[in-house]
């Protein structure tokens, strides 16, 4: 019990001990936020106290920063005065002496045009970038006087033989060759049709001349950009357009090209229009092939990066040129047709086909649209042109109605004259199948030349019938036509038109040949034959042959002498005639001869056999027996030589 109590005393204490610290820990702790209380508020007047220093010492530090970023400023500012100064002073010196600097003053000045704009804070922005305008628009007019100085001192028409030079040596004029009379007095360029088919066009190479240097063409092109950037595009033009154009103008001048109208074609004799057209292909191919193909390099050269305006240069540069070549084939297709016109009417249209990839090349962009349209236009027209003359050649040869006189029977000029115009049709088959292309008929293009050569053949036989009326002597009328159906024969045998119209048209014709000779000698010998039949040579009585009159035959002597007269008489008469009529052809001429020899010779001397001596034994035999049958053969060869050509009766 004792022990309980003593240790609740011990417990009290200890608690009333606790007590006492706590009390002490809590009146230590209010001492300690007394105290840091008090530094709170001497803290918060110390603060209140710095807070002008702090702003100050902020002003300073802003204000010293700002004096930085002014004076950087500044600097860069001065530096674009500085810059500007330079450029100025390069501009105002010009751009004779040094072009490169020139041009990189101008870009100089379009940087600072540039930097003034996008800084508008700077107090005197309005005035500078006024003052810098200006200087830019001076220089850029000064460019444009340099661009336009430049151009013309480089610009200089091609002389011929530099354009000659760049053809395949095919094309290329003769050495020997007579220049023209005209104002260009260049070489003559004229060709044939065969020569341009020497040419393989596939592997021809064409060069084209330099037209400007092309250590000018960096400089002409910076000029050129330059003036583009100042939105000068309409000026560039101009002058490009100006000095270009009369340049190409002057080069084709002085190749022979001459601005002729439809009225100027149309006075011009054949021969001489002839010339003109065969020197135009000769022209075009050079213009296109040379001339402008190299005047597109510049173009593209020049306005490198600019295609619209290259595009739009080179039409303008071209038009007048393109215009006076292709007037002129306007104006032959649209002149008068004549059939003489098909071949170079052909020409033309086949050198319009052959250059059509090289225009739609060289001419491309929306700015040449006209010019290719004007080329493919008169590639129809030409085409359209030929196609009628064609027609109108077949009407011609069968109503051609010309007075020309063959007195002797040989090939009439109209013969020789279509024979020669089908023979040439053959150089064109390739044209032709593209002519006939271009007006589809469904037929095949071979089959239609063949039928268009049958249709005028057989319209020139119809002519030459018309035209074998015209003689009087049966046996001439058949000659006639003997030797032009021969000669057509002949001509086809000997062509590729043997190929198109067939081995049975040659042989139709042949016998056709065969039944006019055929029907020239019963014409002509038939009647002096009867004179050798001994047909009505017997009298019917013997009363009249009697005594020295007669023979034991009953034949009187007076009947045969009056035979033999008529013979000589009628013989002579053909040989006369008939030794001024012409059979040109060597062999058939030959064998018409060797034909009548195999029917005369013999009868004569049959009769001569058989009768002579009734006449030789009388007066004068040589009277009536004047030729031998050596005599008669020896005068046969001289039938059909066209000796002694006057006119004879027929």
Not at 59 to 75: C, G, P, Q, V
Not at 508 to 525: C, D, F, G, L, T
């Amino acid at each position: 019990m004792g022990i309980a109590v003593a240790g609740m005393d011990s417990l009290s204490e200890r608690a009333a001990l606790m007590r006492e610290a706590l009390q002490k820990s809590q009146t230590i702790t209010d001492n300690v936020v007394t105290i840091l209380g008090s530094f709170d508020s001497r803290l918060s007047s110390l603060e209140t106290a710095m807070r002008p220093t702090q702003i100050r010492t902020h002003a300073i530090r802003k204000a010293h920063e700002n004096i930085d970023k002014s004076l950087k400023s500044a600097e860069v500012i001065l530096a674009q005065f500085d810059l500007s100064r330079q450029a100025e002073a390069k501009i105002l010196k010009g751009p004779r002496e040094d072009l490169e600097g020139y041009l990189g003053a101008i870009d100089q000045l379009r940087s600072n045009i540039r930097f003034f704009s996008s800084n508008k804070n700077f107090r005197n922005n309005d005035g500078v970038l006024n003052q810098s305008n200006t200087l830019l628009a001076t220089a850029i007019s000064k460019l444009e006087d340099e661009f336009k100085q430049r151009l013309n001192s480089y610009s200089k028409p091609i002389d011929p033989d530099r354009l000659f030079d760049g053809l395949p040596n095919a094309l290329r004029p003769s050495s020997g060759s007579p220049g023209n009379q005209g104002e260009a007095g260049g070489k003559s360029t004229s060709y044939s049709h065969s020569e341009h088919h020497n040419v393989d066009l596939e592997t021809a190479v064409y060069t084209p001349p330099t037209l400007i240097p092309p250590r000018v063409m960096p400089l002409l092109h910076d000029l050129a950009k330059q003036m583009v950037r100042a939105g000068h595009q309409q000026q560039l033009l101009r002058i490009y357009k100006e000095t270009r154009s009369l340049v190409l103008e002057e080069s084709l001048q002085k190749l022979g090209v001459e601005k002729l109208s439809k009225d100027d074609v149309q006075k011009m004799q054949w021969e001489v229009l002839e010339a003109k057209i065969g020197n135009w292909i000769h022209f075009m191919r050079i213009a296109v092939k040379l001339l402008f193909a190299g005047e597109r390099k510049v173009c593209d050269q020049m306005f490198e990066g600019f295609d619209s305006l290259s595009d739009q240069c080179f039409a303008e540069v071209t038009a007048s040129s393109v215009s006076v070549l292709l007037s002129f084939g306007e104006a032959i297709a649209r002149s008068k047709r004549s059939p003489e016109k098909l071949f170079v009417l052909l020409d033309m249209y086949e050198i319009m086909r052959e250059l059509h990839s090289e225009i739609e090349t060289i001419f491309q962009g929306k700015s040449c649209t006209e010019i290719r349209e004007s080329a493919l236009g008169l590639t129809k027209r030409l085409a359209q042109t030929a196609q009628e003359t064609f027609g109108d050649f077949e009407e011609a040869v069968e109503k051609d109605a010309t007075k020309t006189s063959v007195l002797d029977g040989t090939v009439h000029p109209l013969t020789s004259y279509v024979i020669n115009y089908v023979k040439f049709l053959f150089d064109y088959q390739s044209t032709l199948k593209q002519l006939f292309q271009e007006f589809e008929t469904g037929d095949d293009t071979g089959s239609q030349l063949a039928s268009v050569t049958m249709r005028i053949m057989q319209a020139l036989q119809t002519n030459l019938d018309g035209k074998s009326k015209q003689y009087k002597d049966p046996s001439l009328t058949h000659l006639f036509l003997m030797n032009n159906i021969h000669y057509m024969v002949r001509s086809v045998r000997r062509s590729e038109a043997k190929d198109l119209l067939g081995d049975d048209w040659v042989q139709r014709h042949r016998r056709i040949v065969q039944q006019h000779a055929n029907q020239y000698k019963r014409n002509a010998w038939q009647k002096i034959l009867q004179c050798l039949s001994i047909q009505g040579m017997t009298s019917s009585g013997g009363g009249s042959a009697v005594g020295d009159g007669g023979n034991s035959s009953g034949v009187s002597r007076a009947l045969v002498k009056d035979r033999f007269k008529i013979f000589n008489m009628q013989f002579e008469e053909l040989h006369q005639r008939q030794s001024q009529w012409t059979v040109p052809d060597t062999e058939l001429r030959e064998s018409l001869r060797l034909a009548v020899a195999e029917v005369l010779l013999p009868a004569y001397r049959s009769f001569l056999k058989r009768f002579g001596p009734l006449v030789e034994n009388g007066k004068n035999p040589q009277k009536y027996v004047k030729y031998t049958a050596e005599d008669l053969e020896r005068m046969l060869g001289e039938f059909f030589e066209g000796k002694n050509l006057s006119e004879p009766k027929r």
